[in-house]
């Protein structure tokens, strides 16, 4: 997992995201936004909050994503490329399982990205594979305006795919859509930080820094500058928590993540966890025990 990039967002202690990193340390106090922050709760609110986003955007936006095959917002990208806005987008270059086929659509290892990447491109829009140096590109993120006094970003965990927006059927079973957050802001340091991770990427460097408090950013293994220090702030939003932890995840097999879980349950705290596809193995039995204790207080 060292290898993945990931941009998630501190939204409180209580609420965690995934990230990479070091050693914990003490949780900083953050500062309080300049400006608003607005949290969107998929599948609730449907493809309004990415349409709208898509529209609002005036000069440019640049969209980085791990799963792209939504006609909808495809449509929405190639309108906005109509009426004048510069549309770039970044795909990862691989899905799992690190084996993606990117041209061969006969092949069952084949990247499902690719038909929205071709189609993109045959619509004027920039499109550019992530940096090979990463096993994946699992950011989601959309940048309105970025450079400009009016930017804004929306920060997703969900990908572009109809399944997390409205119902769909899947192995003849209706599904109404999968839970996921975005969170949309126009924070005056956050933006152009997103903006600039987004240029390194389309240009294949590293980013300058990291230095927003508010973003938790990966990879920070050992080789990549800057660091992201991802797992250390997760880990030190988790040793803050006092009374209360309450974590959305679709996978906790990482040992060290469930052992700080653990540990929060065993000093008092409330600990609560909402999982699925999950691989059952003797320390995830041992973590969901504590959890099970922890919810009975």
Known sequence: MSRIRVLSVVLAVGVVVAGLGAPAQAAPELEPATSDVTLHVMPDEAYEPVVDFIRSAKKTLDFNIYQFNDGLIARELKAAK???VDVRVIFTWQTFQASSNLWDSTSRMYNKNMPTFLALQKAGIGVRLSPFSYTYSHEKTMNADGYTDSGCALIMDFNAQPSYFIPTVYDGVIQIGSRGFAV????????????????ADWEKRPPAVYSSPRLVWSPSGAGYEPQGEGKNRIFALIDGAESTLDVYALLVDFLPFQNRLIGAAKRGVKVRAVVIGVIVTAELLLFQVYALISSFG
Do not use: A, K
């Open 184 to 199: 949309l802001t126009s924070n005056e340091e956050d933006v152009p930080e997103i903006q600039e991770v987004f240029e």
């Open 82 to 84: 109509r009426r004048g």
